[in-house]
């Protein structure tokens, strides 16, 4: 999952994400992505080639409306949630190293939510280029404007000198924005495992696109969720509030919402299991009893039978060892690497070598 730990003041009021979200693109604060340099998709073919398969599954992309990413906030302060706190302790003690060997004049992050973790590195950056004011671009990128709103209005009050956007939209656009658009030395960081969630194809998919949208000598900063006690991972997944078990649901109603569904969220329960062969936890709802779903806006409907399950999420779990070649066959060179004493969670600092 890709977190963020949440600021009080993300929760202060809630956000018209529509509202907000015009006005900052009118400001110049957002820039809303599109696929302009990629074939076009229709509008929830996704959903439905997903839940037409043995078994079914959905992209976790659909946990990401601005309930999803509140509920992603909220998992980032349980106690049994480890990576959030582990990652943001790795990065105060070594962000004015990164910065240091780094050096970029652009920051880019990927999947920021409210930038809490974040914030750790900018001061950092403050701190090298105290003599070089307006030096320095953050770039935010997320899926949710309400979230990107509270974001960029905290952090271009609590960092002045720097030059912030937020960039509305998914990875892929991201991605395909930033090669279209590499003047500045920068560094792209992925943090809180979010690679995680991809299978081992598309791991290397992904990581392909990033190398394409650096330039040689360009940084890319990666946050890797490493193998561990069983019973640490269960109960990160399995938190005793309810809130994984919240966001996981939370899915059904944003595709009833955005397609017309008829979901019941009281047929579906949240499940999280360890896949030991892969090496990663694997997130379904399983459904309790027969029932058919309708998507008026898809004109598409799927049966379900009691003991079913979607498939909504993976997140694997890693060794640091074997990361950096990996990467280099993607183009990414590994500089260096840091993780706790408990050597639960890794940050990658790679390079790229090909454009």
């Known amino acids: ?182 003047e500045r030395s920068r560094l792209l960081f992925f943090l809180g495992s979010s690679m995680g969630n991809f299978s081992p194809a598309d791991f290397n998919s992904f990581a392909d696109r990033v190398a394409q949208s650096l330039k040689p000598g360009d940084y890319f900063l990666l946050g890797v969720d490493l193998e561990k006690d069983l019973e640490i991972l269960k109960a990160a997944y399995n938190d005793a509030q309810g809130v994984t078990a919240a966001f996981n649901l939370n899915m059904l109603a944003h595709l009833n919402r955005r397609f017309g569904g008829n979901f019941d969220l009281d047929a579906f329960s949240h499940e999280a299991v360890y896949n030991t062969a892969d090496s990663q936890i694997e997130m379904y709802l399983h459904c309790h009893r027969d029932c058919r779903v309708q998507f008026d806006r898809l004109d598409f409907a799927v049966n379900f039978q009691a003991g079913e399950s979607i498939l909504t999420e993976i997140s694997r779990k890693f060794r640091l060892d074997r990361l950096p070649q990996q990467l280099a066959e993607r183009g990414l060179t590994t500089v260096k690497t840091w993780s706790d004493p408990q050597q639960w969670f890794g940050l990658l600092l790679c390079q790229a070598t090909t454009s």
């Open 1 to 182: 999952m890709p977190l963020e730990s949440r600021s009080s003041s993300v929760q202060s009021r809630p956000v018209n994400a529509a509202e907000v979200v015009d006005a900052d693109i009118r400001s110049g604060a957002i820039i809303v992505l599109d696929h302009s340099h990629a074939p076009a998709t229709p509008e929830g073919a996704e959903v439905i080639q997903g839940l037409s398969k043995t078994p079914k599954q959905l992209s976790p992309k659909y946990f990401y409306d601005d309930r999803g990413s509140q509920l992603f906030e909220d998992i980032c302060q349980l106690p049994e949630y480890y990576p959030t706190r582990t990652e943001a302790w790795i990065l105060e003690t070594y962000a004015t190293e990164i910065a240091a060997i780094t050096d970029s004049h652009e920051l880019i992050e990927l999947g920021s939510g409210s930038s809490t973790k974040t914030r750790l590195l900018l001061d950092a950056y403050r701190s090298l280029w105290a003599d070089r004011p307006d030096t320095c671009h953050y770039l935010p990128v997320d899926i949710s404007g309400g979230i990107l709103h509270s974001s960029v209005v905290q952090l271009q009050s609590q960092y002045p000198e720097f030059w912030i956007q937020g960039l509305l939209g998914t990875y892929d656009q991201a991605l395909d924005y930033l090669a279209h658009s590499n």
